[in-house]
T-cell receptor
Framework: GEDVEQSLFLSVREGDSSVINCTYT??????LYWYKQEPGAGLQLLTY?????DMKQDQRLTVLLNKKDKHLSLRIADTQTGDSAIYFC?????????FGAGTTVTVRA | DAGVTQSPTHLIKTRGQQVTLRCSPK?????VSWYQQALGQGPQFIFQ???????QRGNFPDRFSGHQFPNYSSELNVNALLLGDSALYLC??????????????FGQGTRLTVV
């Protein structure tokens, strides 16, 4: 079965880096994803990483994958107020995505 | 290029009623998945439609049913609504054949309130 876990809250100062952590259980997952959800909105795909990769960088976003420990992290460099949102980690099954409960990131001035 | 569009955006229904939610996938996508997101939780997979058939189903009762049309758009129907069905219903579209939902794009969701 699938079980994705994330810490629920993160507070970060504007300009600092944010690191959001996630653990998953399905070792057969091919892809792992990070989605962003702003209040009242749907999910925005931020980035994803293939399971045979260790790291993926995309502008301010860096994804690290430790497949042995089933640990995924998202680092946001130079965090801005517009980064305040809920961030979801998700693992892929055959046809579905299994999501964590989300990490609420609050950026303070 | 229109992304995933869902209608309506908000809906209020009474317990016991039936509801139909609609989704048009992103251009070029042929697979539609539906998710339920209760307040404060992550989305939960309801089912996926491909080639007008339900391809996989999550742990939801038979009151939840769906349909996919030849133009790939989809409907989610919920019968005999319960208070606990109040949630944000999200539609996601993707391209078939990849199985792993690479680059699944989500719509803005339909907020259903059951009173």
């Amino acid at each position: 079965g699938e079980d994705v876990e994330q810490s629920l809250f993160l507070s970060v100062r504007e300009g600092d880096s944010s690191v959001i952590n996630c653990t998953y259980t399905d070792s057969s997952s091919t892809y792992l994803y990070w989605y962003k959800q702003e209040p009242g909105a749907g999910l925005q795909l931020l980035t994803y990483i293939f399971s045979n990769m260790d790291m993926k960088q995309d502008q301010r976003l860096t994804v690290l994958l430790n497949k042995k420990d089933k640990h995924l992290s998202l680092r946001i460099a130079d965090t801005q107020t517009g980064d305040s949102a809920i961030y979801f980690c998700a693992e892929s099954g055959d046809y579905k995505l299994s999501f964590g409960a989300g990490t609420t990131v609050t950026v303070r001035a | 290029d229109a992304g995933v569009t869902q209608s309506p955006t908000h809906l209020i229904k009474t317990r016991g009623q039936q509801v139909t939610l609609r989704c048009s996938p992103k251009s070029g996508h042929d697979t539609v998945s539906w998710y339920q997101q209760a307040l404060g939780q992550g989305p939960q997979f309801i089912f996926q439609y491909y080639e007008e058939e339900e391809r996989q189903r999550g742990n939801f009762p038979d009151r939840f049913s769906g349909h996919q049309f030849p133009n790939y758009s989809s409907e989610l129907n919920v019968n005999a609504l319960l208070l606990g069905d109040s949630a944000l219903y999200l539609c996601a579209s993707s391209l078939a054949g990849k199985g792993s939902n690479t680059e699944a794009f989500f719509g803005q969701g339909t907020r259903l309130t059951v009173v």
